[in-house]
């Protein structure tokens, strides 16, 4: 992390998190983010359901819930981004304060309730974008809708052609039994949906579940049959948590979802068992508590074909998507992989 960067992350921990995250992004498009785009090598090189990635190290949706700053975060290191969720209709959220850190806990509690300009502007946002690094988006429902299955498949009709795949998110604690949609009978109705409406695309994406980490045994099996009938491309393991154990800050008895340091070890036996549900003839995206080289490594070991990160780069800076992506090649190399894909679920074992 460079001098200035590390200034400007102190000055951002003297405002409201929110307002500080959206200085974050104001920054982004003034130039001030640097970057020479993604981290390059052959060994880091990794091909994730159809799409060539420079690096496996991806930007987590939240981050950009407007799709307002894909070009500086294109050039921050990163190998993807997925920015989202988007929901058919503009919706505030929840009331504020909704954002708060836990730094002693190097995590974050939201409690956002999916607030995003609506699919409409976040589509002509997408259709300006430079061609670069894969985008994503992340699917939503918008908390008064009468059918929040179909939204998911609204969305991806509207933003579809703008997007290099798209991610359903089921698993936010924050709408209100939205993680009902987890369950087999309506999941699989809302997984037909989607795909139909993937179907009718020019030019099909790839598709994504993006689960919760709060399921036990049985429901992580039944998500993973699930995902092989409706053919999606990959399972994004996971989501924020409702766990607060063994937390120290001021701000654990926040309602909310629970992101950062403390969702490593749950997040990543949850991708483990995936894994081992699938056979690994599935891709994974491992997503919980990554703030280093050696935690996203240990997460392409445990089954993950990529990772992404957000609430780290709140403690780390932007930079640190860069810095993760060049750590992983020393230790691919120290255990003599000659590529990522070489090392995929190699340390499964380790987290069952």
Known sequence: MSLIERAGLSLLQNFDPERAHGLALSALNMGLGGGRGPVRSDRLRVSLAGMELANP???????????????????????????????????????????????????????FGFNNDGMEAIAARLAR??????????????????????????????CGPHVSFATVNVSSPNTEKLRDLQGRAAL???????????????????????IAPDLDDDALAEIAEVAVEA????????????????????????????????????STR????????????????????????????????????????????????????????RGLEPLLEADGFASVQDAVGTGRGDWL
Do not use: C, W
């Not at 999606?232 to 607060?244: H, K, P, Q």
């Open 270 to 325: 949850v991708l483990a068992r995936l894994s081992q549900l699938t056979d690994g003839q599935m891709p994974l995206i491992g997503v919980g508590g990554v703030g280093s080289a050696a935690q996203a490594y240990a997460k392409i070991r445990a089954g993950a074909t990529a990772v992404q990160l957000y609430t780290a780069m709140v403690y780390g800076g932007l930079s640190l998507a860069g810095e993760i992506a």
């Open 129 to 158: 974008r430079v061609v670069g690094v894969p985008v994503g988006l992340n699917l939503g429902a918008n908390k008064t809708s009468d059918d929040r299955a179909a939204d998911f498949a609204t969305v991806l009709r509207h």
């Open 188 to 210: 699989s109705a809302l997984l037909a949906g989607v795909m139909e409406a993937r179907a009718e695309l020019k030019r099909p994406i790839p598709v994504f579940l993006k």
């Open 57 to 111: 190290v991806g930007l987590a949706a939240g981050f950009d819930k407007n799709a307002e700053a894909i070009g500086p975060l294109a050039q921050a290191g990163f190998g993807f981004l997925e920015v989202g969720a988007a929901t058919p209709k503009p919706q505030p959220g929840n009331d504020k304060p909704r954002l708060f850190r836990l730094t002693e806990d190097q995590a974050a509690i939201n409690r």
């Open 231 to 266: 053919k999606l491309a990959g399972i994004i393991a996971t989501n924020t948590t409702l766990s607060r154990e063994g937390l120290r800050s001021r701000h654990r008895g926040e309602a909310g979802g629970l992101s950062g340091q403390p969702l490593f070890e749950t």
